[in-house]
């Protein structure tokens, strides 16, 4: 089944100068590799098309069932300097809540908050 | 050795609430508190801030509601604290920590240090080459320099503890090595036992943040509900001598500490898990493992390190110019199309005053002034919208343009326009944060005491 990625895991963002980290943490391990198989850098850059403008790294911690997606230039130049009004990027986390994964139907179990 | 030591968090930055600070002073049975006050352009706001305004003392504008709120339960029992409300005056601070102290009833003799020498402001030039963001020689910041410091790691604060300091204020010292001061001095880990170093760098970084990890910065109904969230409390470290530790928070308080807000508080700000720098370690999270032995009390274990780098992470802050915002009130039926209309406004205005802008941003708050160019394209008009308007400038008078032309939406705009009266500054200075590297050899701290 296709469900948004924030009944699969949870994500908060940080910054550095004008680059952007967002962590994406299944909520189970039998979650993790659905997550890990499908939420590739590419996919994630095309996710955050428009804000993040250059290259996004992916670091997994397998032990924590997470992702670690490091975007460069994506703070409009910097929490200083951007125009933005959430110029710390803090809300950026929200998005990839959003993006949509295929999960077994078997795991519908696994998966958290309500569902329409 | 102390087989076991608990280090709270008193502050995550600057703005943050001090009720907690006390709570953990009055209820959480510490060896250590720990404050956490700066951002990244702290120190170059507060060296703007002192030559515009000589009372300004240049430490922490919070220093005295801090101090006051966990002063009386530190010193009834024994706590040490840890601080860099030092800012860019860490002696000017503990002079007035020994104000406070006095007023307490604290012993006589009772010593504070102060850490100086992260400020390099006159050497930077010659002790750095190139600007990591951009790869340009730090010369080119020479004509907009305010200020630069140098992320300084914990041996400083450890000396001081071990020359009998029962406080420690700093100016720029690295988040987490402000925390695993206490570990290095207690445990008497080498400064170069990466593993050590490793665990508890890694633990300080999971304090640094304070309620961060016990709920704040989490909740999420119906996906990740926390309860109580109007009354979170400040983590509390049960740190082993072996760099393990359990971290939980004061009991009757709201929020969670679980292997959620572990996990992403762990990589909060984190690039390469695996390489993780600060000036005493690389930390090594992807080694760690976590267990929730009780209710709040996640256990953290075999975090892991590796031997730091030769140089120091620098921080450069230059004058950039400025930037000018405001913004303005759409309601009922319509409200996007007039929000629509207002901005076509905005944008012929400024091109009428000839406004001189690196770049000019129009949003429409309740749509898409978060999240931009990503905005769902069927995301359903909202009833209410706010058009905000901000332009970057050279110079303050392009900037005050900004709100000078939304001034003009009031009786010169179009139907239905809600308006703030003009009721503070709606310009600012930009005070850009570059970084460069420093060899650690040409850093040379310096601490000075003060007695109760």
């Known amino acids: 089944m296709k469900v948004m990625l924030q009944h699969v895991a949870h994500a908060r963002s940080g910054d550095k100068g004008n680059t952007s980290n967002i962590c994406v943490i299944a909520y189970s391990e039998a979650l993790y590799p659905y997550l890990r198989d499908q939420l590739t850098a590419e996919r994630f850059k095309a996710h955050y098309a428009g804000v993040v403008k250059g290259p996004v790294q992916r670091y997994e911690v397998d032990g924590l069932w997470a992702l670690n997606f490091v975007a460069q230039d994506a703070l409009g130049g910097g929490v200083s300097r951007s125009l933005c009004l959430d110029n710390y990027g803090k809300s950026l986390s929200a998005r990839v809540l959003a993006f949509e994964l295929e999960i077994p139907d078997r795991l519908a179990g696994e998966l958290r908050g309500p569902r329409n | 050795m102390k087989p076991l030591i608990r280090i709270g968090a008193g502050s995550a930055w600057w703005g943050d609430r001090v009720e907690p600070a006390r709570l953990n002073a009055e209820r959480g049975d510490l060896d250590y508190l720990c404050f956490e006050t700066m951002a990244e352009a702290t120190i170059s706001a507060a060296q703007v801030r002192s030559r515009r305004d000589p009372s300004f003392p240049g430490y922490d504008t919070y220093l005295d509601d ?302 898409n002034a978060i999240h931009g160019a990503m905005t769902p394209a069927d995301a359903p008009e909202p009833y209410e919208i706010a058009v905000r308007v901000a332009a970057r400038t050279r110079t303050r008078e392009e900037a005050i343009k900004v709100g000078r032309e939304v001034d003009g939406m009031a009786v010169s705009g179009i139907g239905m326009t809600g308006k703030r009266v003009p009721h503070q500054d709606r310009t600012r200075e930009i005070i850009g944060v570059w970084s460069s590297l420093v060899p650690r050899e040409k850093i040379v701290p310096s601490l000075s005491f003060y007695e109760v």
């Open chain 2, 66 to 367: 801090r101090m006051r709120a966990v002063l009386p339960a530190c010193l009834k029992r024994g706590t040490k604290i840890v601080t860099n409300q030092g800012w860019i005056n860490p002696r000017g601070a503990a002079e007035r920590i020994v104000h406070w102290l006095r007023e307490c009833g604290a012993p006589r003799g009772m010593k504070v240090a102060a850490v100086d020498g992260s400020l390099i402001t006159d050497r930077v030039l010659e002790l750095t080459d190139r600007i990591l963001e951009n790869g340009k020689p730090t010369s080119t910041l020479r004509d907009t320099l305010v200020s630069a410091e140098v992320y300084q790691g914990a041996e400083p604060i450890v000396d001081a503890l071990k020359q009998g300091a029962h406080i420690v204020v700093s100016g720029r010292v690295a988040d987490p090595s402000i925390f695993m001061a206490p570990m290095m001095y207690e445990f008497g880990w080498d400064a170069l036992d990466h593993m050590k170093l490793g665990a508890g760098n890694g633990i300080g970084h999971l304090m640094e943040c304070g309620a961060q990890v016990t709920g704040g910065y989490f909740a999420d109904p119906g996906f990740k509900d926390v309860p109580d969230p109007w009354n979170f409390a400040f983590p509390i470290a049960e740190v082993s001598p072996d760099g393990s530790a359990v971290l939980t928070k004061v009991a009757g308080t709201g929020g969670a500490v679980n292997l959620q807000t572990v996990k992403e508080q762990m990589l909060y700000e984190v690039h390469d898990p695996a390489n993780y720098l600060t000036p005493d370690v690389v930390v090594d999270f992807t080694t760690a493992r976590l267990e929730q032995i009780g209710p709040d009390r996640v256990r953290v274990t075999n975090l892991s390190g590796k031997p730091r780098t030769p140089t120091l992470k620098v921080s450069i802050g230059c004058t950039e110019g400025y930037i000018g915002e405001d913004m303005f009130f759409y309601a009922g039926p319509g409200a996007l199309r007039r929000a629509q209309l207002a901005k076509r406004i905005l944008e012929e205005r400024f091109k009428i005053v000839q406004l001189d802008a690196e770049e000019v941003r129009i949003d429409y708050l309740g749509l």
